[in-house]
């Protein structure tokens, strides 16, 4: 067995700490990493303490993973030694069902391998994530890291980039696009990049006025202050999509009121408690959808990260040692973060 050193949690009230366990040795078709950067999502947060009551401990969180190739199976073709390379939320699926065939593993009939906090396929055991030293992948599932990105703001891509970028792609955004994006945290910022690199009209909705320049610096081209009654009612009825990437139980009407006839809110955001039920005239009258997306599949990952090499996008980051996890996550709740917080795995392995 595979020797790492990580930080996880052992229990729902207690702080991530120091642990030791055990990864498979790599099969033919799997592909060793040595662990350089890894950020740190809300799902790590909701799932190191039970918040989705799902977490079966230890648990290693982390799946925003970007690192250099150590080793290779040898019926692996795509990378060696050396490689920088990526992994996101998931690790395995199950290859033979109409979405995995479809190059839609997220939505695997039999349920996709999480990267933590899920059940590997063929050994039955547990799988641990990226705040670690290393991890094995099976090749399909590890992702080209151009080097044109910086490896560490990349990180945040593996998750964040790709949660944005599938509802952005599958909902057609582009030119001539009025798109709203709510909420401009980890997942926010990265709607507004790459909404306007798609070339999009791009509008923030936040309900922090402070807000401003920074999304503009980002690429907004106006903002909204979403408590204010009379600016959200000047955008009725204008939006041909919004990405909805709050994280906390809200009012969906006052969204959905802005799209056009036929227009589609997409919610990416996934709060540990369900938001106030829409009202049903504000669908029908205006045949408009309400909508959901989860990650992406593999091969739509490889295209999202080669476009944000070819327009030079990536994450805005702050990077902490392994050591501040736990001040990260609290920082995280009251969005203290500049927008998303990459783990530098050095500091784990100085440790070592």
């Known amino acids: 067995m595979l020797q790492s050193l990580g930080y996880g949690a052992t229990d729902a009230h207690k702080p991530l700490h120091e642990l030791r366990f055990e990864r498979r040795d790599p099969g033919p078709t799997d592909v060793q990493i040595d662990?350089?950067?890894?950020?740190?999502?809300?799902?790590?947060?909701?799932?190191?303490?039970?918040e989705w009551g799902n977490t079966v401990y230890p648990v290693v969180?982390?799946?925003?993973?970007?690192?250099?190739?150590?080793?290779?199976?040898?019926?692996?073709?795509r990378f060696k030694p050396g490689d920088v390379v990526g992994v996101?939320?998931?690790?395995?699926?199950?290859?033979?069902?109409?979405?995995?065939?479809?190059?839609?593993?997220?939505?695997?009939?039999?349920?996709?391998?999480?990267?933590?906090?899920?059940?590997?396929?063929?050994?039955?055991?547990?799988t641990y994530g990226g705040y670690a030293s290393n991890i094995v992948v099976t090749?399909?599932?590890?992702?080209?890291?151009s080097d044109k990105l910086d490896p560490a703001a990349a990180a945040?891509?593996?998750c964040a980039g790709i949660t944005?970028?599938?509802?952005?792609?599958?909902?057609?955004?582009?030119?001539?696009?009025?798109?709203?994006?709510?909420?401009?945290?980890?997942?926010?910022?990265m709607g507004i990049k790459l909404a306007h690199a798609l070339g999009a009209h791009v509008v923030l909705f936040t309900t922090s006025p402070g807000k401003k320049e920074d999304a503009m610096r980002l690429g907004a081209d106006e903002v909204v202050v979403s408590r204010d009654a009379q600016q959200m009612q000047a955008h009725e009825n204008s939006f041909d999509f919004i990405l909805n990437t709050v994280a906390a139980p809200h009012s969906?009407?006052?969204?959905?009121?802005?799209?056009?006839?036929?227009?589609?809110?997409?919610?990416?955001?996934?709060?540990?408690?369900?938001?106030?039920?829409?009202?049903?005239?504000?669908?029908?009258?205006?045949?408009?959808?309400?909508?959901?997306?989860?990650?992406?599949?593999?091969?739509?990952?490889?295209?999202?990260?080669d476009f944000c090499a070819e327009h030079g996008i990536a994450s805005d980051i702050e990077m902490i040692p392994i050591q501040q996890i736990n001040d990260a996550y609290e920082r995280m709740l009251k969005s203290d973060v500049k927008y998303r917080f990459v783990i530098d795995m050095a500091s784990l392995k100085g440790n070592t």
């Not at 662990?35 to 039970?50: E, F």
């Not at 599958?170 to 030119?175: D, L, R, S």
């Not at 001539?176 to 997942?187: E, F, R």
């Open 88 to 126: 996101g939320c998931m690790v395995d699926s199950c290859q033979h069902c109409r979405s995995c065939a479809e190059g839609l593993e997220q939505y695997c009939e039999n349920g996709f391998v999480g990267t933590y906090n899920g059940e590997e396929m063929h050994s039955g055991g547990m």
């Open 156 to 158: 945040p891509l593996l």
């Open 252 to 305: 969906l009407d006052a969204f959905l009121v802005l799209l056009k006839r036929e227009g589609t809110m997409t919610l990416v955001g996934a709060p540990a408690e369900p938001h106030p039920s829409p009202q049903v005239f504000n669908l029908i009258m205006k045949r408009r959808h309400l909508a959901g997306s989860l990650i992406g599949g593999i091969a739509e990952t490889q295209e999202m990260l």
């Open 35 to 50: 662990i350089l950067y890894c950020g740190v999502c809300h799902s790590d947060l909701h799932t190191a303490r039970n």
């Open 61 to 77: 969180p982390g799946h925003e993973i970007v690192g250099r190739v150590s080793a290779v199976g040898n019926k692996v073709t």
């Open 164 to 189: 944005t970028w599938s509802p952005l792609r599958h909902w057609k955004v582009g030119k001539g696009q009025k798109v709203g994006i709510v909420g401009l945290g980890g997942l926010g910022h």
């Open 139 to 145: 090749e399909k599932f590890v992702l080209r890291i």
